[in-house]
């Protein structure tokens, strides 16, 4: 059995305007969680990227690995804290709103070639073989649908990208993508649990919580998961975490999604 971890957290994009604050602390705190706290998975199978390190090419190299000899029994986990965004979809007749749901690398530039969109996702997981405990934790804006303005210090920001409006990328550009085909697009239902931050429409806040920034997403998922995470599935920790922002005051609505939803966070 081989548990293996990948978190991503991006605070620094080329873009000022586009710096986040809490992204680099959610990773932090999810790998002491699991690796310290829990001690479910080991040091050297965690993989952090960071900032200019997260590009397109490093984030899908790097979930290569995470899934690369995965078998029955392993626990799987992949974390992304960054900014999320929509673009027009590749197949209007598979969305109801013509959009794709997308995270938004370092090197986004409002391009597919910089583009990392829920199709893609879908395709790279749709090969995890069954009894394999893949959980993917997405904190980022319109992040539902995956299977921050600036302001000043102190203040609620939120994870959706600024300056590039990612919804004029082309259609033509998007049709011919060598990327994308029929298999990418019509996928089975995601072996594992997709725990968004936020539903499809809505946006996911970079916050400052206890003196120090977070994603509230990932503050309160951890806070619940350190009550419950080897006694609730995560449909219900999901619950608690949408009672948690409510009372606080974030308006967002964590989701969870996929095969193992209503299984424990770990094995």
């Known amino acids: 059995m081989k548990n293996k971890a990948l978190l991503v957290g991006i605070n620094k994009y080329p873009n000022p305007q586009n710096e986040l604050r809490g992204c680099i602390n959610d990773i932090l705190d999810m790998e002491h969680f699991i690796s310290v706290t829990n001690k479910v998975y080991a ?70 070639n910089t583009t990392l969109r829920d199709k893609e996702f879908a395709q ?83 916050a400052y919580i206890n003196n120090r920034f977070n994603g509230a997403f990932t503050h309160y998922l951890i806070k619940n998961l350190l009550q419950y995470s080897n006694s609730k599935s995560m449909q219900a920790i999901v619950k608690l975490v949408n009672t948690d922002l409510d009372k606080n005051g974030y308006d967002q609505n964590p989701e969870v999604e996929g095969m193992l939803e209503n299984k424990t966070f770990f094995k």
Not at 152 to 178: C, D, K, L, W
């Open 43 to 112: 040091q050297q199978n965690i993989k952090k990227i960071t900032d200019k390190d997260a590009t397109k090419k490093g984030i899908v190299t790097q979930l290569k690995w995470l899934l690369e000899g995965a078998q029955a029994g392993d626990q799987l986990l992949f974390h992304y804290s960054g900014h999320g965004a929509q673009v027009p979809s590749i197949s209007g007749k598979l969305e109801p709103d013509g959009l794709d749901e997308i995270i938004c690398p370092y090197d986004f530039d409002g391009s597919n």
């Open 124 to 206: 790279l997981f749709a090969g995890i073989p069954k009894g394999v405990h893949f959980v993917w934790i997405s904190d980022s804006c319109h992040a539902e649908d995956l299977s921050r303005d600036p302001q000043m210090s102190g203040e609620t920001q939120y994870r959706y990208f600024n300056g590039i409006m990612p919804t004029h990328i082309g259609m033509n550009e998007v049709a011919t993508h060598e990327a994308y085909n029929a298999t990418t697009i019509i996928t089975p239902p995601l072996n594992g649990a997709l725990l968004s931050a936020c539903a499809s429409h809505e946006l996911s806040a970079d």
